[in-house]
């Protein structure tokens, strides 16, 4: 590099930038799950609800839990006519919560049932009913909700009249959740940050 940079033309080098990338086994450090695993608690007692694009359920690590097969009940809302997970992206959300893989493990690995409602996204009436399911499906009703998705929106002008004064007493979606989660004692897990048009207030639902 040295003696690049006495080569005439040569103003500055520059080391190319190394590329994150975020595995389970890093991320599982980062978030201490050990010390909850090693006191036993490995998510076995909740069932844990993946509204999402879809979850792959034939993928290897999410096949069992710690005592044994692991059950996964699916259902559409997004009108694809398919619970399969086209876009990967609930997959991947499945996995970081449940994957049973020896290296790449799930915060919560010991998950014996995921609830998989696909729909299409954003607050719209697909998304409310498979939240509904979610929750009141007939087989087992979810105590946790995963909703890593956004709003979709992307001008400032546009989310300013979505949002209001931004304080979520006026959207339908901040609403039914913040009922639900009081009526049915459940958690809700949410996406926030993916958007900041509109400077420090910009966070959408959910």
Same mark, same amino acid.
């Given at each position: 590099i040295e003696e690049l940079a006495k080569l005439p033309g040569v103003i500055s080098i520059e080391l190319d930038d190394r590329k994150a990338a975020t595995f389970l086994d890093i991320a599982s450090q980062a978030t201490y @799950? &050990? &010390?909850f695993w090693n006191s036993g608690i490995i998510g076995s007692w909740v069932d844990i609800a993946v509204v999402d694009s879809g979850v792959d359920s034939n993928h290897p690590a999410l096949q069992n839990d710690e005592s044994g097969i692991r +059950? *996964? *009940?699916s259902s559409d809302f997004s009108g694809s006519g398919t619970t399969d997970d086209t876009l990967v992206h609930g997959t991947y959300v499945a996995g970081v919560i449940a994957s049973s893989d020896n290296t790449y493990k799930g915060i919560s690995f010991g998950v014996d049932r995921l609830i998989n409602a696909k729909h299409v996204g954003g607050v719209r009436s697909d998304t409310l009913a498979a939240l509904d399911w979610a929750i009141l499906n007939p087989i087992d009703g @979810? +105590? *946790?909700l995963s909703n890593s998705w956004g709003y979709g929106v992307f001008d400032c002008n546009e989310m300013? /009249? $979505? /949002?209001y004064l931004f304080d979520g &007493?006026? *959207?339908s979606w901040t609403k039914y959740m913040d @009922? @639900? $989660?009081d009526y049915y004692d459940i958690a809700s897990v949410v996406a926030a940050g993916n958007y900041g048009f509109c400077g420090a207030k910009s966070v959408t639902a959910p």
């Open positions: @799950a &050990s &010390s +059950e *996964i *009940i @979810a +105590e *946790i300013q /009249n $979505i /949002n &007493s006026t *959207i @009922a @639900a $989660i």
